[in-house]
């Protein structure tokens, strides 16, 4: 009983910390996701919505989105957005299946990571030496790594015959778990302990949130967004080897559609995306509940043009109860 | 006499056609609080920036403790004892009072490796925050709330809060009391002659002649980027003061 007691009180103060915050508007991703897999859940009981074999259909198809998710993250959080992820997935696929033939699983993937923190960092050194906003020095980018892909191998794509590739970088499962789970839940744990935990995280929200603050307070914040962009590019870099691995090639168009609905994930989990608030479980959160639509709506048997109608009326209602901003609720409240 | 806590030499400072500082030159003493005065555009701010290593001025030296240093970084200025507070620089919005206390200065904890990854002491941290504005005073209702959401004379306090804590011996506010209550200004201004008391040299920019009489031992004027007065505020009456800002006055009487 008293222990019950107890536990109520810190559950109080817990929540009564968290709403002068105004920070409750971090939970709604929760809420979203738990009501949208209840409503599918019922709706679809009889589909299988919740057999084994289609939850784990949504975690496969959830985790390059959500890998790019966590990245995309500390990009925005940073106040910079990195368009390039897309293409640089479609290359980094391409180098590991190119490297894993002659070299062997690990360097392949090593190869393809590498790719991707080139590729950060010539986002981020243009983005703060040339002083163009990162928007446009990635839509640079997304084009020129775009078409060094299709060039890579003439639009073929390429297979990667490596077994172990395949089974630790997709195809494979620890017991019942897909590898493309696990991975994804470490890419979280890493991006969510970086976020909270790390000075570098503090200073990746701080520049974010105001970068001439953060400059007259002594952060290098020039390094800071480029290693920012450097994080989102690594990401997307390791999406692209889950893809590779899942699907056993690489190809030039691999990750091409994915760069709104990563944006969406990351949005729909809390992430501002003018900088400065970001959360790491939210854009995973977020990546889970994308796939959960698409998935779900397949399965109600919806047409292809009612899917995206319905997908974009949620994703709109899910952002709108997100997205606004501590301060601004507050000006809201006074008259 | 020892050397002042603080002293700029012949700084000038242009911003493409507009010189908005020429040849200033000015000392700063540890346990006084000194004036700086002008009109708006008269080259106030950029001083300061100047010497917090926000701006690098054209030409000119600053020393500290009588060492002449280049201060080409906020950081560097940190590290050799300058804390600034700025107009409108000095917090950030959505970080919370403790992250704000130890921006940049964050404690880590496990050992050398915890350090290098950047570690945080979240803990002690906030211990640490507790503890410093107790000392000083100042009553905030949450540590964890972001700062945004704290009224105009708490985000003050913490700014000044963060120069005392860190315990620097030089400290340069800019406006610190501009838009705030009266009683709000009066808590600001009591943490001014707390520094003083602490034998901290501070430089002060006000528009508000009252607080110059109340806490300013010196006062230094400037006028379109020049310096136009440099007197001890006991020698010299409010209209004085009114007078070199406006240029209706222009001897460099008092020393």
């Known amino acids: 009983m008293r222990v019950h007691v107890r536990a109520g009180a810190r559950l109080k103060r817990a929540w009564a910390r968290r709403s002068e915050d105004g920070g409750y508007r971090q939970y709604v991703v929760y809420l979203a996701f738990v009501s949208i897999l209840a409503v599918f859940a019922l709706m679809l009981w009889d589909d299988g919505f919740l057999s084994w074999s289609n939850l784990l259909n949504i975690g496969r198809q959830a985790a390059p989105i959500a890998v790019m998710a966590v990245g995309m993250a500390f990009a925005l959080a940073s106040a910079e957005i990195d368009l390039s992820i897309g293409s640089t997935v479609a290359l980094s696929s391409l180098v590991a299946a190119a490297a894993v033939g002659n070299y062997g699983f690990f360097i392949g993937a090593l190869a393809a990571v590498g790719v991707g923190a080139a590729v950060g960092l010539a986002n981020g050194l243009i983005t703060v030496k040339v002083r163009i906003p990162s928007f446009l020095v990635t839509l640079g980018t997304l084009g020129i790594i775009s078409g060094i892909a299709r060039n890579m191998n003439n639009l073929q794509s390429m297979p990667i015959r490596s077994d172990a590739f395949s089974a630790l970088f997709g195809a494979g499962s620890l017991g019942p778990i897909s590898s493309l789970v696990i991975w994804t839940a470490i890419v979280f744990a890493i991006g969510h302990f970086a976020l909270h935990h790390l000075r570098w995280g503090r200073h990746v929200l701080a520049t974010g949130a105001n970068r001439a603050s953060a400059k007259a307070a002594g952060l290098s914040t020039d390094r800071i967004r480029i290693s920012a962009l450097m994080v989102s590019s690594v990401a997307a870099s390791f999406a692209g080897v889950l893809l590779a691995g899942r699907l056993a090639i690489g190809r030039h168009d691999l990750g091409e559609n994915d760069l709104l609905t990563v944006i969406a994930a990351v949005v729909i989990g809390g992430t501002s995306l003018f900088g400065g608030r970001a959360s790491v479980a939210g854009a995973v959160t977020g990546a889970l509940i994308m796939a959960m639509l698409n998935n779900g709506l397949i399965l109600m048997g919806l047409e292809v043009a009612d899917q995206l109608i319905a997908r974009g009326l949620i994703i709109i209602v899910a952002v709108a109860l997100s997205m606004r901003t501590p301060s601004e609720s507050v000006g809201d409240d006074v008259p | ?255």
């Open chain 2, 1 to 255: 006499m020892t050397a002042p806590a603080l002293s700029v030499r012949n700084m000038s400072k242009a911003f493409r056609a507009v010189q908005a500082l020429e040849d200033v030159s000015l000392d700063i003493h540890r346990g006084q609080v000194t004036a700086l005065l002008g009109d708006n555009g008269a080259g106030k701010s950029t001083l300061v920036k100047c010497i917090a290593g926000v701006y690098q001025p054209d030409s000119g030296t600053v020393s500290i403790d009588g060492e002449t240093h280049r201060i080409s970084s906020p950081d560097v200025a940190r590290t050799l004892g300058v804390e600034t507070v700025h107009q409108n620089l000095s917090l950030i919005d959505s970080l919370n009072v403790v992250e704000n206390l130890f921006l940049n200065r964050e404690y880590t904890r496990g050992g050398s490796f915890g350090s290098r990854i950047g570690l945080l002491h979240k803990r002690r941290m906030s211990r640490e925050c507790q503890a410093t504005l107790a000392r000083l005073g100042i009553s905030i209702p949450s540590l964890r709330k972001p700062v945004g959401l704290l009224s105009g004379g708490q985000r003050q306090a913490i700014a000044i809060g963060r120069a005392v804590a860190w315990g620097q011996k030089i400290v340069l506010l800019d406006e610190p009391a501009a838009a705030l209550g009266v009683e709000q200004a009066q808590r600001v201004l009591d943490l001014i002659v707390a520094l003083r008391d602490a034998d901290v040299a501070v430089l002060l920019i006000t528009h508000n002649m009252d607080r110059v009489t109340q806490v300013c031992d010196g006062a230094v004027v400037l006028r379109r980027g020049r310096k136009a007065a440099e007197v001890k505020v006991d020698q010299v009456t409010k209209d004085d003061l009114v007078a070199f800002i406006t240029g209706a006055k222009t001897t460099d009487s008092g020393t």
